[in-house]
């Protein structure tokens, strides 16, 4: 298959150009804009094949998608455009090689042989590049607006922040993106959520994400892309905007994103694989052009006051299942017929009582990182809460930076002697607990409080282990007082 050059600022990436900015987008959004510009052609089926301009990979999903191309006699169509990392079975306490864990050892040296075999830029720990996949593509400005970006990993969502569309894929289409740079895809439907006003103080992206999800359920966004915008999502940095698209995903997107302003230029600013001088400028005309525009249409829209966001907390086994710290969890039947038996599910799972408070939850754990929560900016502001106490005894807290570039910036500024000083353990770069496919994990039926991104029945590696989620300044609230806090007390 020939592909035309796509439109793309990668640094070294041949056959890449930039489409001319758009001049006349009346009516026209983001994604139709890139999804258009990356079409190779309409499929029979009514899907589209659709050009990946950037393939992100890490150890997990890799290695069968490689195996199953060397079986094909195939090899990497654009290894110039693929990036690897290793992130999810990374332990955090040494990542001295080789790591302890032989089935981790075996799967890091098995992507750094594919990565070598098929000439692919792999970002190794030993030489301080390492991180979470959807933390590292960021900041190194890899991720770009107008992209389409793949990656075996469904938080991939959080590239959309730059106003790119990010889609997170399954091994088999891991596989057909090696081989092909190409994905099979049905163009989403297209919702618009807007938030309106300003947050409150003590109220982060975080919040604001999981309290669209909890207002438009887990299953609200099944055949949407969602769109983010309004005042709220315009006044937050490129870091707030990652939080929020990463768990598009949570509430059955295919794929969240914010179009790309100042705020996303001065961002890719001097990073590393950004475009740099002249190609920046003819890069920022071409991301300019491809925000939707003010009259665009939407399949759906929906408004939220961000006024209104209190501090939210999930009580749940989805991420749907939350409420502010102020409220009490649901019971039964105050619910429509068909919640109730998931409610009545995730109480039994949870072990908390309907009509109960969810501030005053003993937890057993505080978790810290992952990269919905583990950048610099989430350290800085949970670090502000560590700095007033100490962990409350019994509680086990972890502060896990998203990547070695963030962990360096934590400590230039200090921060895991602020962390170690209120009884946090400050551990290396990686997934952690997020999903604990690495000796983090949780024992039994412990409750933890973490920043990451899902709740799910046995998530954090404990088969009957709970997960309450929230912003990372009320995962150290809650580590401090040892239950479930509102953090602005301590603010
Ligand atoms: S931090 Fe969690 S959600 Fe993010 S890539 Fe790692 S395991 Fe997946």
């Known amino acids: 298959m020939r592909t035309r050059p796509r439109p793309c600022y990668l640094q070294g990436v041949s056959g890449s150009s930039l489409e001319q900015p758009l001049t006349s987008h009346a009516s026209r959004t983001l994604l139709d804009a890139v999804w258009d510009a990356h079409t190779v052609r309409e499929l029979p089926n009514g899907d589209t094949q659709l050009f990946i301009g950037l393939h992100l990979i890490h150890e997990v999903t890799s290695p069968q998608a490689f195996s199953m191309l060397r079986d094909m006699g195939l090899r990497v169509r654009h290894p110039e455009r693929t990036f690897a990392t290793v992130d999810h079975i990374i332990p955090t306490k040494s990542q001295q090689r080789p790591l302890a864990d032989e089935l981790a050892e075996a799967m890091m040296t ?131 905007r990652m939080t929020v698209c990463n768990m598009s995903i949570e509430g059955g997107a295919r794929c969240g994103y914010v179009s790309p302003d100042e705020t996303t230029f001065a961002y890719l600013r001097g990073r590393e694989l950004a475009p740099k001088g002249e190609a920046m400028q003819r890069a920022v005309a ?49 619910l429509p017929a068909d919640e109730r038996a998931s409610l009545e599910e995730a109480l039994a799972y949870m072990d908390l009582r309907a009509g109960a408070p969810i501030e005053g939850t003993a937890i057993d754990v505080a978790f810290i990182g992952s990269c919905t929560n583990g950048r610099i900016s989430d350290l800085r502001e949970a670090a502000r809460v560590a700095a007033t106490g100490r962990v409350a005894p019994g509680v086990k807290a972890l502060v896990v930076p998203g990547s070695q570039a963030v962990a360096r910036a934590a400590e230039a500024e200090g921060l ?76």
């Not at 408004?303 to 102020?326: H, L």
């Not at 770069?429 to 899902?454: E, F, H, I, T, W």
Request: hydrophobic letters at 40%.
């Open 110 to 240: 098995e992507l750094e042989k594919n990565c070598r075999d098929q000439q692919i830029r792999f970002f190794d720990p030993g030489r301080g590049e390492q991180g979470i996949v959807h933390v590292i593509g960021p900041e190194l400005g890899l991720t770009q607006p107008g992209m389409t970006i793949a990656c075996g990993d469904s938080h991939t969502s959080t590239h959309g922040a730059f106003g790119a569309v990010a889609l997170g894929i399954g091994t088999s289409q891991v596989r057909d993106v090696l081989a092909t740079q190409c994905l099979s895809l049905a163009r989403p439907k297209l919702r618009r959520i807007e938030v309106t006003g300003k947050l409150t103080p003590g109220v982060y992206a975080k919040d604001v994400i999981l309290h669209i999800i909890g207002r438009l359920g887990v299953k609200g966004g099944i055949g949407f892309a969602y769109e983010y915008g309004g005042p709220v999502i315009e006044a937050m940095t490129l870091e707030e």
């Open 416 to 491: 895991p002697e602020i962390f170690r000083a209120a009884g946090f353990e400050w551990r290396e770069a990686g997934c952690s607990m997020c999903l604990a496919m690495n000796p983090d994990k949780l024992v039994g039926r412990q409750l933890c409080a973490s920043s990451s991104n899902r709740n799910f029945k046995g998530r954090q590696g404990s088969p009957s282990g709970r997960t309450l989620l929230m912003s990372p300044v009320m995962v150290a609230a809650a580590a401090l007082r040892g239950r479930v806090t509102d953090a602005r007390e301590l603010l």
């Open 286 to 334: 071409w991301w300019r052009s491809i925000a939707s525009s003010r009259d665009a249409h939407y399949a759906d829209r929906v408004e939220i006051d961000g006024a209104a966001i209190p501090p939210t907390v999930t009580f749940g086994i989805n991420p749907g299942q939350s409420i502010g710290i102020g409220a009490r969890i649901p019971r039964p039947e105050d």
